[in-house]
């Protein structure tokens, strides 16, 4: 099973778990389309190669009535083009909101830098423990997208 989550924002990310290879690729929130498409194209060669089922899960997140109107237009664009790109390529694709995939990791810090500390740090402690990770550093970047995927790979594997 390939596992890809993402965290939409232009300061999020996206992070591809192979269960079967208990190995995972990170990635900052990449600055193009074509750099978007091709990190997922090489994880859909893979699943393909290796006949695994593949799964993508993003983050459905809104803007909020205090964000401006330019960085709310440029976070829908960012979320969009992850739409647009995996609808292209015919990846299965599940919303899935923060409150629902937060709840495995419940209880949570209400205050934002308190919950993404935390966030951070139990990614830190899952995928150093079980994955092998391009690259060892897990930053508040990809975190989120971290643990959305676990989610991910969770929900699949409840589904078989």
Not at 19 to 27: F, I, V, Y
Not at 32 to 52: C, D, F, K, P, Y
Not at 104 to 133: C, G, H, M
Request: net charge neutral.
């Amino acid at each position: 099973m390939i596992a890809i989550g993402i965290d939409p924002g232009k300061s999020g990310g996206l992070v591809i778990i192979d269960s079967e290879e208990k190995t995972c690729s990170m990635h900052k929130c990449p600055q193009t389309t074509g750099e978007m498409a091709s990190i997922l194209r090489m994880a859909q060669v893979e699943a393909w190669m290796n006949n695994v089922k593949i799964l993508a899960a993003i983050e459905k997140v809104h803007a909020f009535p205090t964000d401006a109107r330019n960085s709310a237009f440029k976070f829908g664009m960012n979320y969009g083009m992850w739409l647009g790109i995996i609808g292209s390529l015919g990846i299965p694709l599940v919303d899935v909101t923060p409150q629902k995939w937060m709840k495995d990791y419940a209880p949570l810090p209400k205050e934002k830098q308190e919950r993404k500390k935390k966030i951070k740090q139990i990614a830190i402690e899952v995928f150093s423990a079980v994955y092998e990770t391009e690259n060892k550093t897990i930053t508040y970047a990809v975190s989120d997208a971290a643990l959305i995927a676990l989610w991910c790979l969770k929900r699949s594997d409840n589904d078989e």
